[in-house]
């Protein structure tokens, strides 16, 4: 079985410009989560998706991320203007159905570098 | 404020010898505890959770609530275990996501 997968693995873009990234979940998992880790800084959470639902966006940064999940399958991560602090490394993890405590499975993550 | 801490930022020690990745968290309430390692090369990927109470690889990590340390222990260590190691914890009814100390580097030498 596939694993979370993650596209691009790598994007390089100019500040102000656009840069959508994407997961793919495991088949199967409801619930889907977004981090991100800054240079020198902990891995930090983003938001939680539920099938297509928002669960929890209490991490996005600002109004400059959305992230959606259409259909409740892969979901999308676009950053529009991105700055340079918005550079780092971007992971999804997905896990089974139901609250709380399942294992979250991780993607390779992208690293986006904002020049 | 929930938080975890990782005071150490690399770990070195040689083949054989115990070694101990530190851990404590702030958090009110009884959170489920976690250790993530990362190989070179390869994901990020679950070691052990406190609720298991089992050992993985050689590793066990006991929780502490007294302490509120969740560390993670192996007796001996081996070249194989040389990865990035993060605690991380996940609070009861907050959907599963977690909370991640900043990451011990642990090298072990041969």
């Known amino acids: 079985e596939a694993g979370v997968t993650q596209f691009p693995s790598h994007s390089v873009i100019e500040k102000g410009q656009t840069v959508t990234l994407r997961c793919d979940p495991i088949s199967g998992h409801d619930n889907l989560y977004w981090y991100r880790r800054v240079m020198g800084k902990e891995i930090k959470f983003l938001l939680h998706f539920v099938k297509e639902s928002k669960q929890d966006e209490s991490g996005m940064p600002n109004n400059r991320f959305l992230a959606e999940r259409t259909g409740g399958t892969y979901s999308t991560l676009k950053v529009q203007p991105a700055e340079l602090e918005d550079s780092g490394v971007y992971f999804c993890?997905?896990?089974?159905?139901?609250?709380?405590?399942?294992?979250?499975?991780f993607g390779p993550g992208t690293r986006l570098t904002v020049t | 404020a929930q938080r975890v801490t990782q005071p150490e930022k690399l770990l070195s020690v040689f083949k054989g010898a115990p070694v101990e990745l530190k851990c404590n968290y702030s958090?009110?309430?009884?959170?489920?505890l976690f250790w993530y390692v990362q190989y070179s090369r390869q994901r990020l990927q679950l070691l052990l959770r406190?609720?298991s109470r089992e050992s993985i690889k050689g590793f066990t990590a006991d929780l502490n609530k007294g302490e509120t340390s969740f560390h993670l222990k192996k007796p001996f260590a081996q070249e194989e275990d040389s990865a990035m190691y993060y605690c991380?914890?996940?609070?009861?009814?907050?959907?599963?996501?977690?909370?991640f100390g900043q990451g011990t580097e642990l090298s072990v030498k041969p």
């Open positions: 991380a914890l996940s609070g009861y009814n907050q959907g599963g996501k977690l909370i």
């Open positions: 406190h609720i």
């Open positions: 958090y009110s309430g009884s959170p489920e």
């Open positions: 993890a997905s896990s089974q159905e139901g609250q709380g405590q399942y294992e979250q499975y």
